[in-house]
């Protein structure tokens, strides 16, 4: 079965530097969501989009944008990185009429600002 | 807002042990879901188990149960038969019902490490 696919798996950025990732949801799926796990913390959420337009916003700060393009599929741009920014960045996508259940993970990226 | 609180850090199970994750959750909505979501070292954010709020009986998947208590806002897992692939770090997460257009995010807990004794 077709699961959540992210890429790059791993980044390497410099401090000030610009960073995008991509998300690409399981097809049909209509919701994404962005979300941020540093080491040893629990994911927190950054922005989710349903069916291409921003559904929720979370910590994300002004120095990051995302958005959903016409396939479904959503990139997150970092600007402006800072050493703070290296985390684990993980998408999630979710399909409505399925009783609102579980949102299925991609395997992240890990970001690393140097 | 929503929160997930779960008070254990870290716990440890013998092999072939049974071992019982605590998890409470504060809201004021009515119908939600809850999930328990596991990550090992790889961090891959895997599924163990999903309860719908509205829903009595307690969610059972193989080795793993929960035991919901709605009145008391709690949702504990219970992982019978521990194996050392059990390992990992257990998340705890809330979900609200309402329709996606309004933002259902998954409101994780700080997380609980699970280690496993051979």
């Known amino acids: 079965a077709a699961g959540v696919i992210q890429s790059p798996r791993h980044l390497i950025k410099e401090k000030r530097e610009t960073a995008t990732l991509k998300c690409y949801p399981i097809p049909r799926h209509d919701t994404v969501y962005w979300y941020q796990q540093g080491p040893g913390q629990d994911p927190q959420f950054l922005i989710s989009?349903?069916?291409?337009?921003?559904?929720d916003k979370g910590s994300i700060p002004d120095r990051f944008s995302a958005q959903q393009f016409s396939d479904y599929h959503s990139e997150l741009n970092m600007s402006s990185l800072e050493l703070g920014d290296s985390a684990l960045y993980f998408c999630?996508?979710?399909?409505?009429?399925?009783?609102?259940?579980?949102?299925?993970f991609g395997q992240g990226t890990r970001l690393t600002v140097v | 807002a929503q929160t997930v609180t779960q008070s254990q850090p870290e716990m440890s199970v013998q092999e072939a042990e049974t071992v019982t994750l605590s998890c409470t959750y504060d809201?004021?909505?009515?119908?939600?879901?809850l999930f328990w979501y596991k990550q090992p070292p790889s961090r891959q954010m895997i599924l163990v188990i999903r309860?719908?709020?509205?829903?009595?009986q307690n969610a059972t998947e193989n080795r793993f149960s929960v035991n919901f208590q709605k009145a008391a806002k709690s949702f504990s897992l219970k992982i019978s038969d521990s194996q050392l692939g059990d390992a990992a770090m257990y998340f705890c997460?809330?979900?609200?019902?309402?329709?996606?257009?309004?933002?259902?995010?998954?409101?994780f807990g700080a997380g609980t490490i699970l280690r496993v004794k051979s």
């Open positions: 809201t004021s909505e009515s119908d939600y879901y």
């Open positions: 997460a809330y979900r609200s019902a309402g329709p996606p257009k309004y933002g259902n995010k998954l409101v």
């Open positions: 989009f349903y069916e291409k337009m921003q559904s």
């Open positions: 999630a996508s979710s399909r409505t009429g399925t009783g609102g259940l579980e949102a299925f």
């Open positions: 309860q719908e709020a509205y829903k009595q």
